[in-house]
């Protein structure tokens, strides 16, 4: 008898040694409620956790019977086997979206990656790999597109119909220019030649219908003359140019003269100075608001009118949410006037929007619809502030350059 011994110490220690860091792994990788596999160099897989088995309440002899694609969705296999073996013979990462099936026969969205595991040569030894659960993410995420699909085309929609209404309005602002112009102009000027000629004609009760019709035909004229002026503010933004404000103030003072010294008001346009403005429209923009104020004083109590600009850095304006890329012209119109109460703050600026009878107080509803109509086509904002009895107070940002 011939007998050989050789030491196996060495060898039994790094056995044991990688049986337990295998176990480790298992044990590891079978706590983890991710999918967890490994492949061959040449992509056959050859190890999944338990995770795997109790998704699809699979044995390994299923998997041996049938393979591992028989999870994957009929729709994604071909898809799937393509780009794991493209993975495979190249090297690359592996990277794909498919649906599982459960054990209860729902199909759900997995995210698989897998990644090649090299020796220090370079050599593929192995494919490490997971699959996660993404079907809630994905089944948002779809959700979110779609909701976005549709309020794009609801956007869509609306603008196509604010087109159709700019359009509108443009035939509208002709046929007041024109159609409707005309004949109010005769319905004035025969009544005013029925007052003329035919005066001593007319009875107490006519004189006073006939004049009760030129006051309507006259509040139809202004009324007319306003929504053509609402209608003609262009809706692109306004070029701004730099502007002495409180020429522009003095302008309109000397052209409401009249009514000033008529109400004695006090107006103090002192603190005024340049500012980069839209020039062009801030003359109806000052009209409008001084107006208003000299419209809407206290009896017995002397008007005042204070206006006043500086310009403000953006940063001090986070609580108006304005965008802060540049700084801001503050303008303030304050007076002591009626006021009104803060519940209207928002609702003055509507088209037709009055807060007192036409009786007591004239005008069309319409000029501050105008003014703030300016401030937005100039990228700025303007705000109301006002205490019944007391005054309102206006605050109008301007960007000194544009946003």
């Known amino acids: 008898m011939i007998g050989t011994l050789r030491d196996v110490t060495e060898e039994k220690y790094y056995r044991e040694q990688l049986e337990a860091r295998e176990q480790k792994f298992r044990l590891l990788a079978d706590s983890m409620p991710q999918q967890i596999w490994t492949g061959d160099v040449d992509g056959n897989l050859n190890y999944f956790n338990q995770s795997v088995f109790n998704y699809g309440r699979l044995s390994q002899a299923d998997i041996d019977r049938h393979g591992w694609i028989q999870v994957v969705h009929p729709d994604d296999r071909a898809e799937n086997i393509r780009m794991w073996m493209e993975a495979v013979h190249t090297g690359r990462d592996f990277l794909f979206e498919h649906r599982f099936r459960r054990h209860d026969g729902e199909y759900r969205w997995h995210l698989s990656r897998a990644i090649a595991q090299r020796d220090a040569s370079g050599a593929i030894q192995m494919w490490v790999g997971t699959s996660t659960d993404i ?47 005309e004949p109010l102009r005769k319905i004035q000027t025969f009544a005013h030649r029925l007052m003329d000629v035919e005066n001593a004609n007319l009875s107490e009760d006519g004189k006073h219908y006939l004049s009760r019709m030129q006051d309507a035909a006259t ?8 929504l053509l002026g609402y209608s003609h503010l262009s809706n692109t933004e306004q070029s701004l140019e730099k502007a002495d404000i409180r020429h ?15 109400k004695q008001a006090v107006i103090d346009i002192s603190a005024l100075s340049e500012a980069w403005v839209p020039s062009s429209q801030f003359h109806q923009l000052f009209l409008n608001l001084i107006s208003n104020s000299l419209k809407f004083t206290v009896p017995g109590r002397t008007p005042s009118i204070t ?12 609580d108006m949410k304005l965008p802060l890329k540049t700084d801001y012209c503050h303008i303030t119109l304050a007076d ?21 009878p036409r009786g007591k107080y004239e005008g069309t509803g319409i000029g501050l619809a105008i003014v703030k109509k300016i401030v937005e086509n100039s990228n700025g904002v303007i705000t109301a502030h006002g205490e019944l009895h007391k005054g309102a107070t206006f605050d109008i940002y301007i960007p000194v350059a544009k946003a």
């Open 135 to 181: 079907h809630d993410q994905k089944t948002f995420t779809e959700e979110l597109e779609r909701q976005v699909r549709e309020r794009t085309t609801e956007l869509e929609q609306k603008n196509n119909e604010l087109e159709k209404m700019n359009t509108e309005l443009k035939s509208f602002a002709y046929i007041s220019s024109h159609d409707l112009q």
């Open 219 to 226: 509040r139809m004229r202004r009324l007319i003359d306003a």
């Open 248 to 262: 522009i103030a003095r302008e309109i003072i000397e052209e409401l003269k009249e009514a000033i010294e008529e």
């Open 307 to 318: 206006i006043r600009s500086e310009t403000v850095q953006a940063a001090a304006l986070s």
């Open 336 to 356: 002591n006037g009626i006021g009104f109460e803060p519940q209207y703050s928002e609702k003055i600026f509507e088209v037709f929007q009055r807060l007192h």
